[in-house]
């Protein structure tokens, strides 16, 4: 299993990013998906999840109105839409899919680098 993100970088508050995480190795759709964030000294925390079929999605207080999550399953990628970006919104992000039935298969990618600076 293996899953990829891409899309961090540097941008200045209030700009926009788009975290894609293409997953391999397992039946995406089986799969509710979260993005985590961790920044330095400081826990990984829960940013947004989204249900097996993207049919229902939660975000945390500190992201709401701002983060989007979405899903496509054709092509077994979840995306982190994040607008309005802050400075303390600086962090890795990081992919994590959880199987529908089984808590072992929880899988995380690599993560990328955000940073919110102007």
């Known amino acids: 299993v293996q899953l990829v993100e891409s899309g961090g970088g540097l941008v200045q508050p209030g700009g926009s990013l788009r975290l894609s995480c293409a997953a391999s190795?397992?039946?995406?759709?089986?799969?509710?998906m979260r993005w985590y964030r961790q920044a330095p000294g400081k826990e990984r925390e829960l940013v947004a999840r989204?249900?097996?079929?993207?049919?229902?999605?939660d975000f945390a207080d500190s992201v709401k109105g701002r983060f989007t999550i979405s899903r496509d399953n054709a092509k077994n990628t979840v995306y982190l839409q994040m607008n309005s970006l802050k400075p303390e919104d600086t962090a890795v992000y990081y992919c994590?899919?959880?199987?529908?039935?089984?808590?072992?298969?929880?899988?995380w990618g690599q993560g990328t680098q955000v940073t919110v600076s102007s």
């Open positions: 190795g397992l039946t995406f759709s089986w799969y509710n």
């Open positions: 994590n899919a959880q199987n529908l039935w089984s808590t072992s298969r929880n899988y």
């Open positions: 989204i249900t097996s079929t993207g049919g229902s999605t």
